[in-house]
């Protein structure tokens, strides 16, 4: 039997109460913690988001891709100066950066690269559920999964119960049709088809102004802040921007990777407008599948390559920072002599983070979601424990 | 009975009748390859179509991009109109009218399902512009025009398709001891095999990682397969598939544990063994249940379509028809969930809704001209309920698992354009006594649906309860 969220509070404060615990006061200590991942889809390219400052080998390497304008972070490090929201929260201690990270996994192919960074496996297809699902379940969360996109991503696939939203911009049929699919469901034992008929029918997403309602990421993110914020609403929304992979005319600060950039930077607006005081319990986390070559193209682009960058966002981070091991950009420390080397496993940030968010030991984690694989617990450096 | 017509095809339309012996009626659509109800102007061939792409090539799109480097809106402006000019977006809805009308309109819509499962299984993912100029092409030639023919056949007419080698990477895959790779090594240029073409071979489309390969196995099946390419000229523009032996691994091969000599016949050696292989008939055996019956299927499911192959050397007529009498047996326990298209032509089919273009307006097209709605609506509807044949994300194709079908969004697809669907139905056709005699005709348990529905009194009510019921849902 699949155990919803509710039933699961309930089993529980049942045996808490009879451990004699006072109830209230620990609901009250506990605030509702919430976890964020947007998915950045085609490869991001990290050394044109968050470029290194002076660095003689990136200014010959992409004499058209510099930014004249970025904005300066660290000593190291600056920002694509259109990532207003995110220099915002880094302002306020609320964003960092883990730079020079990948999954372990490079070989180039948007596809499997796409399919490992949610799977948090090492062989494309081979593993049916994502980390993040996985972690869920670890930490009992079922029914606590909102996707913002048409079918369940494999990210959140591993718990039971999630949902999902993406605008039909079609009328439902009314509520009566609704009630009687549902009970003709139930009186023939269409289990799946009744839970799903019950997230329909009873979730506040379904109202009229979803009609209108646009299906890009602005729209999405400001509804899944606005979930995200009811206690009883559900712990961890999963976006996607297209768009990264920008083989020619990326160039310069309104170039097409810039727009990818900034639609991710407009859900970290719109969550911080709707979570508002509630973003101090949220962690917002990015994927990508890899980064992009060095060096710039004949297009004014750029090719696959390796390593890339995690943006983070949210209350639950320690500080601000950009956090790496920088392995440098001279040809011999390049990985295959083009792309940019990893040096932290991302897989290590994507446990840390669920360790923080979720309240679990990390090296559970480690254990049960992710085989055991070598990962560095960074959850005291990133994350506020 | 009536189910199970539903089960093997999409049920029985306004005009038919319900077939008096359906086993029978349904094995006899499978034994050779009927034409193409399609009567429009022109059908295009896979390599006319390759042509179009050609004109689309990634060189002529650099062209534009390198040209309007700095200027986004032109740039987006001449892309465009490259895509009208080449027919990106045309040829899709053409594909699909053809497609689609042979699940309405042909007399074999049992034929027509299975076909549907085979170009699912050889999957074009949505890459590289295939889907937009050459899948559905490579569908109707490389598979269903072999559905006549041994597995073998169609598997080695499938693998050396232009699509499928440019799918999977196949021309980039060199041997590094063939002439050019050494040649290339000499100058300090890598020269290595693609091993991408080779695993899918073994993994999807024939006899899957139980059959216990490692990856010595996928190496030395690229260093077969290397060779087989298609050559892209100065231009950008891609040519026939042919063997190259100058960049052909030399030496013999061994995969599985048989032996292969160099040259190019390796291929359809291996193919061969494959295609006896014993893994590769419970593969596919185990894929056509689970199309057809059940997301796990049981070994006694499986055993008479693997007997039927063994018998038969794999001929598909033969494994075809043991494949719909095991669906037939198990019709009364098992209801399949129907993926959206198969679905969505149930509906269309039992109704006689008109979504279908007709092949006038399809043909009327003038390259270059804005596409207008009526000739897109099979591919926007196709979008829209999150299924579309040519655009599959991965080439492992669509999945058949109910699982992957079920999110709450996509069953609120399924309630919004079922009720689409009814404003397609011609007038006559939408009375309450019209559903009264389709549900006759196409359901075994009539009484129980009509319970349902008749809990509402509105025609449209109806057909949104009918079409959500697991009884549809569920074949």
Not at chain 1, 31 to 53: E, F
Not at chain 2, 228 to 245: I, L
């Amino acid at each position: 039997m699949k155990i919803s969220r509710r039933n699961f509070l309930k089993s529980s404060a049942t045996a808490l109460f009879l451990a004699g615990f006072n109830l209230p006061v620990l609901a009250n200590t506990k605030p509702k913690k919430n976890l964020v991942v947007i998915m950045l889809k085609g490869a991001m390219d990290s050394l044109y988001a968050v470029p290194v400052i002076g660095d003689k080998d990136l200014e010959e390497r992409r004499q058209d891709l510099i930014l004249d304008n970025a904005v300066k972070l660290d000593t190291d490090f600056a920002l694509h100066p259109k990532l207003n929201s995110f220099y915002k929260s880094w302002q306020s201690n609320q964003a960092s950066i883990v730079h020079a990270t990948n999954i372990p996994y490079s070989k180039r192919s948007h596809f499997d690269g796409q399919n490992l960074m949610q799977s948090g496996g090492h062989i494309p297809y081979a593993v049916k559920t994502g980390w993040l699902g996985r972690g869920m379940n670890l930490a009992k969360l079922n029914g606590d999964g909102l996707a913002l996109q048409l079918p369940m991503p494999l990210l959140l696939r591993g718990t039971s119960n999630n949902n999902n939203f993406f605008p039909a911009k079609k009328k439902l049929p009314n509520k009566e049709i609704l009630e009687i699919l549902k009970s003709h469901y139930k009186e023939h034992s269409e289990k799946d088809l009744e839970e799903m008929m019950n997230i329909i029918s009873q979730r506040s997403m379904m109202t009229g102004e979803t009609m209108s309602m646009s299906r890009d990421n602005n729209s999405l993110a400001f509804k899944a802040g606005s979930e995200l914020k009811k206690v009883n609403g559900p712990r961890v929304a999963v976006f996607q921007v297209n768009g990264f992979d920008t083989h020619a005319a990326q160039s310069g600060v309104d170039g097409s990777h810039t727009d990818s950039l900034i639609e991710m930077d407009n859900i970290f607006n719109k969550l911080n407008e709707s979570l508002g005081k509630e973003m101090k319990n949220t962690l917002i986390l990015t994927l990508t599948e890899f980064g992009r070559t060095v060096t710039q193209n004949s297009g004014l682009g750029t090719d696959h390559g390796y390593a890339s960058a995690i943006f983070l966002g949210g209350g639950l981070l320690k500080k601000s920072q950009v956090y790496s091991d920088w392995p440098g950009l001279k040809t011999k420390d390049l990985f295959q002599g083009r792309d940019l080397n990893s040096t932290i496993d991302a897989r290590s940030v994507y446990a840390s983070a669920m360790s923080s968010v979720f309240d679990l030991e990390f090296e559970l984690i480690k254990k049960e979601v992710f085989w055991g694989d070598n990962l560095q617990n960074l959850t005291n450096i990133l994350f506020k424990a | 009975m009536k189910d199970f017509v539903r089960k093997v095809s999409f049920g029985v339309g306004p005009d038919e009748r319900v077939p008096t012996d359906p086993l029978n009626w349904a094995k006899n659509q499978l034994n050779s390859v009927p034409k193409l109800k399609w009567d429009g102007k022109k059908i295009y061939t896979e390599k006319e179509l390759r042509e179009f792409q050609n004109k689309y090539s990634l060189k002529e799109r650099k062209k534009i991009r390198d040209k309007y480097k700095n200027d986004p809106d032109t740039l987006k402006k001449e892309q465009r109109k490259l895509a009208l000019k080449t027919g990106r977006g045309h040829w899709i809805n053409l594909e699909l009218g053809i497609r689609h009308t042979e699940a309405i309109h042909s007399n074999s819509p049992v034929f027509t399902k299975l076909w549907y499962f085979w170009a699912n299984h050889f999957t074009i993912s949505s890459i590289k512009q295939l889907q937009q100029f050459s899948t559905g092409a490579y569908q109707r030639e490389s598979i269903r025009e072999n559905m006549d023919q041994t597995f073998e056949k169609m598997a080695f007419d499938a693998t050396v398709a232009w699509p499928m080698i440019r799918h999977l990477d196949n021309s980039q895959n060199i041997g590094p001891d063939s002439p050019v790779g050494l040649k290339r090594a000499s100058r300090g240029k890598e020269a290595t095999i693609n091993e991408n073409h080779a695993r899918e071979l073994l993994e999807l489309h024939t006899v899957s990682p139980n059959s216990g390969y490692n990856q010595d196995d996928v190496i030395q099946m690229s260093y077969l397969m290397s060779g087989w390419r298609s050559r892209k000229n100065k231009e950008g523009k891609f040519g026939d598939v042919y063997f190259e032996p100058n960049i052909h691994q030399p030496g013999r091969k061994r995969i599985l544990g048989l032996g292969y000599n160099e040259g190019e016949k390796g291929l359809s050696k291996v193919i061969r063994d494959l295609s006896k292989n014993p893994s590769c008939r419970e593969f596919i055996a185990m894929k056509l249940c689970r199309y057809l019956i059940t997301d796990y299927p049981s070994k006694e499911m499986t055993k008479p379509i693997v007997d039927a192959w063994k018998k038969s050397d794999g001929y598909l007529p033969e494994v075809h028809k043991a494949a719909i009498e095991v669906a037939f047996n198990y019709s009364p326990m098992y209801k399949k969930f129907q993926n959206p298209e198969n679905w969505l032509l149930q509906m269309v089919k039992m109704t006689g809704a008109n979504i279908i273009p007709s092949p006038k307006i399809l043909d009327n097209h003038v390259l270059g001209n804005k596409i207008n709605k009526s000739q897109k609506v099979l591919h926007v509807l196709l979008n829209s309920i999150g299924h579309h044949p040519y655009f599959s994300k991965q080439p492992n194709g669509w999945s058949d698992i109910s699982d992957d079908w079920m999110s709450p969004e996509l069953l609120i697809r399924r309630l919004v354009y079922s009720k689409e669907i009814f404003n397609k139905i011609k007038k006559n056709n939408q009375s309450n006594d019209f559903y009264a005699e389709m549900i006759l005709k196409n359901f075994d348990n009539p009484n129980q649906i009509l319970k349902t529905l008749n809990k509402r009194k509105e025609p449209i009510d109806r057909h949104i309860l009918l079409f959500n019921l697991p009884e549809v849902l569920k074949s």
